[in-house]
């Protein structure tokens, strides 16, 4: 008799089937280079998901934590909500003339990062509340779709969320792939990530935490809605990322991957746990294919956590030698 | 030749494609009577979970929302999670002997639920900040899942977490196996809930919403660890409730489950997005198997959302009506 399987019902079976093999990691992770770094991620991930081994962890607690700004997409010259804030009071600006003369917003309108940082946290706070509440959550998601879809990065002249780190997006789909359940853990505004984090890392909505101000129930005209108020809710950073994490995920991580100071309680709270724990920090130390940048960085500042690193056992990647590659390639260059 | 495929490669193949296809109602909900309820519940997950259908709703999109408290297990004669605190209370009371005179401890100690309502939502409040605070989170996860190891309810002489609704749990498992996403929104406490709700409904500790006190993150002893403040952070009910599922969950869910009036306004937000949405009130009427009560109940009143519910085209359970079992079989009849 001839074999009745056919062509099609092989692919099918391989469809179902291959998603449950472990990844290699030699293909899933090619834009890391061969070294310390990609070979403690690789060691980690193995021994982990190995079953019948003393380090092997259930699927349902393999949480890795992300932060965002310089570990998943670039800070520099500045965070890109402050980019988007500024955009954002030059768009408001004509309805109120009074901006032009009165801080913090002249510093906004100007673009001038010493002013602002004059004003301190109130004036950041101010103008938060100037720019992203009075409007429903619909309406700020939207605001901020439209925003990323024609902002472009000063330096590199692409889209803000093609400046996402090629090596970092391979690593998440190598954890996922490995049954791990990947989370952003931002100082950044949640409603900021929420709309792009999805098709640009895989992290649906629900995998957002962040920074956030207040909204509040509505019905109107038999509508019901969220308004978003000028109040701060919760600052997601620093000794807030691990309430934040409590508090969204509600059991400790067992891999966080951080950049700067703002990451550091993440990291010690996650690798302070019992079992097999990772922390990893990205140091930016590439000026040519991004920044150099991190005990004296305005933003995304890089010391005490650097310093712990060595003391607690954390991977440090230096993206000059342990990245192949930075970016993606051009959208343009794909088609 | 003979076909080279084996017995077990086709049960390989069987269980890894399997799961793929959607699950069959009338298999998949044994528990329900075939009534109204349970194929307005059949009709619109087969409407949303089918491909190039104007109803269909893309995987990612399929969120259920849970109410906790009535909707997934007993609510009478009293929260579980008040007589916790109760018991809390009783087990804390030799360190404090003015408890025994001293309101509103003296009504807690005593279960006296009609002098405790009279201290009102502060008293309640001093309640929980003297029995759900002062320990870490895991200290906490732990007094939970000992006292509910042990505590038994007062009318079925069974573990609380045996007194949810077998129907419930079969529509949590035929939504989540036709793609839907199960989050539980609570009005109670987040980390009363999340210990036993995995193994429980099969829902992880990310996808709980409830009501919260602070914690605090704190570093002893080279030790990093989550306090529990004795402050109240977020109330999880009536219009706090889409507020919780914003921050939690980011997106307007499409299918909403309560029973009370403080699931209301999570009923209306999830009912009155765009394309097809689902709305359910489980109404209880069985005092028999379970409890009768609705309009005048001090636990889980149903009054405006039950007017509302014929109103907006909601679902309403008919307990007794609706439902062939109430509670799954005791664990030990299943030995």
């Keep these: 008799m001839r074999c009745s399987f056919s062509k099609t019902f092989i692919v099918a079976v391989a469809v179902a089937v291959l998603p449950h093999l472990p990844a290699r990691a030699a293909d899933a992770l090619p834009s890391w280079n061969d070294g310390a770094a990609k070979r403690a991620i690789v060691a980690f991930v193995e021994k982990v998901a190995k079953p019948g081994t003393p380090d092997f962890v259930e699927p349902a607690k393999r949480i890795a934590v992300f932060d965002n700004d310089g570990t ?10 402050l980019a988007f804030l500024f955009d954002r ?17 002249k510093a906004a309108l100007e673009g001038d990062l010493k002013a602002l ?12 509340a100037a720019t992203h509440a009075g409007m429903s959550a619909e309406e700020f998601e939207e605001i901020v779709t439209q925003w990323l879809a024609t902002a472009r990065h000063p330096k590199f002249d692409r889209p803000y969320t093609e ?29 900021f990530i929420r709309p792009w984090a999805e098709k640009t890392y895989g992290i649906p909505p629900e995998q957002v935490v962040g920074s956030s101000i207040e909204v509040k129930y509505e019905t109107k005209d038999g509508e019901s809605t969220l308004v978003r108020l000028p109040e701060l809710r919760f600052v997601d950073d620093k000794a ?8 969204h995920i509600g059991r400790r991580p067992i891999a966080a991957f951080g950049n700067s100071d703002g990451d550091l309680e993440m990291l010690a709270y996650t690798t302070a746990g019992s079992g097999l724990r990772f922390g990893l920090l990205v140091r930016h130390d590439d000026s040519e294919r991004e920044y150099a940048y991190d005990r004296d960085s ?18 440090v990647v230096d993206m000059k030698r ?8 051009e959208q343009g260059a794909l088609r």
């Excluded at 004059?118 to 938060?128: A, C, H, I, Q, S």
């Excluded at 997006?169 to 952003?184: A, C, H, P, Q, V």
């Excluded at 305005?298 to 954390?314: I, N």
């Design 72 to 81: 998943l997409w670039s800070e520099q010259p500045m965070y890109v909500q």
């Design 89 to 105: 009071v030059r768009a408001l600006a004509p309805q109120h003339p009074e901006w032009k003369d009165k801080q913090p917003y």
């Design 117 to 128: 940082g004059e004003t301190g946290m109130r004036g950041l706070t101010e103008l938060t």
């Design 163 to 191: 400046l996402v780190y090629q090596p970092m997006l391979e690593l998440m789909s190598y954890l996922r792939y490995n049954g791990f359940k990947t989370f952003i853990v931002s100082g950044g505004g949640i409603d």
């Design 240 to 247: 807030g990322k691990p309430v934040g994490i409590h508090f």
């Design 298 to 315: 305005l933003f995304g500042k890089l010391d005490k956590a650097l310093d712990e690193a060595k003391a607690r056992g954390w991977t």
């Design 322 to 329: 342990d990245w192949k590659t930075v970016f993606p390639p």
